[in-house]
Antibody
Framework: EVHLVESGGGLVQPGGSLRLSCAAS????????MTWVRQAPGKGLEWLAN????????NYVDSVKGRFTISRDNGKNSVYLQMNSLRAEDTAVYYC????????????WGQGTLVTVSS | DVVMTQTPLSLSVTPGQPASISCKSS???????????LYWYLQKPGQSPQLLIY???NRFSGVTDRFSGSGSGTDFTLKISRVEAEDVGVYYC?????????FGQGTKVEIK
């Protein structure tokens, strides 16, 4: 059974940094793209970034480009989101997602981890 | 970026009645490979989103046939043939024709 478990969320001050982790299990992690999507409180879904199976290709939404970095460690079956220069508007639940790139669909979502940016 | 616009933003439906949600994209979602990259996700209360429909009209594994998707180019529709209590939540359309992927604003469906 596929499991995606995010961790690393919490309260951080504006301008601070946080690193989210997503531990994957139940599938061959190294053969899937992975994606991060977030959801601000009471708001809709915002796609943030994705990363190719071997980490050689990454894509970002403009709102986080230059501040957030997606990475992965296939040996640890994990994907990460390094978030720097955090702003109040980055407050959201962050979801880790398995991306079936050949069909361009998101078939498994983690439960999410809450990031709160506040002084 | 491709803008996805959903209507209505909220819907109150009597159990057993049909429901329909529209999604329009700011540009065609028909790729040169012949596929149309339009998806529907449902976020039930307190849960992570789940995939319902991929490539306009294909039901994802385990999705009831009460859900159907249709459309082409820039205009798409999700239909629920007979709404049940378990269908409540927020429905999102999403495009995957280009980066960044973008979602519609969401349509909240509730039961009367």
């Amino acid at each position: 059974e596929v499991h995606l478990v995010e961790s690393g969320g919490g309260l951080v001050q504006p301008g601070g940094s946080l690193r989210l982790s997503c531990a994957a299990s139940g599938f061959t992690f190294s053969t899937y793209w992975m994606t991060w999507v977030r959801q601000a409180p009471g708001k809709g879904l915002e796609w943030l970034a994705n990363i190719k199976e071997d980490g050689s290709e990454k894509n970002y939404v403009d709102s986080v480009k230059g501040r957030f970095t997606i990475s992965r460690d296939n040996g640890k079956n994990s994907v990460y989101l390094q978030m720097n220069s955090l702003r109040a508007e980055d407050t959201a639940v962050y979801y880790c997602i398995r991306d079936r790139r050949w069909e361009r669909l998101f078939d498994y979502w983690g439960q999410g981890t809450l990031v709160t940016v506040s002084s | 970026d491709v803008v996805m616009t959903q209507t209505p933003l909220s819907l109150s439906v009597t159990p057993g009645q049909p429901a329909s949600i529209s999604c329009k994209s700011s540009q065609s979602l028909l790729h040169r490979d012949g596929k149309t990259y339009l998806y529907w996700y449902l976020q039930k209360p307190g849960q992570s989103p789940q995939l319902l429909i991929y490539e306009v009209s294909n039901r994802f594994s385990g999705v009831t046939d009460r859900f159907s998707g249709s459309g082409s180019g820039t205009d798409f529709t999700l239909k629920i043939s007979r709404v049940e209590a378990e269908d409540v939540g927020v429905y999102y359309c999403m495009q995957s024709i280009e980066h960044p992927r973008t979602f519609g604003q969401g349509t909240k469906v509730e039961i009367k």
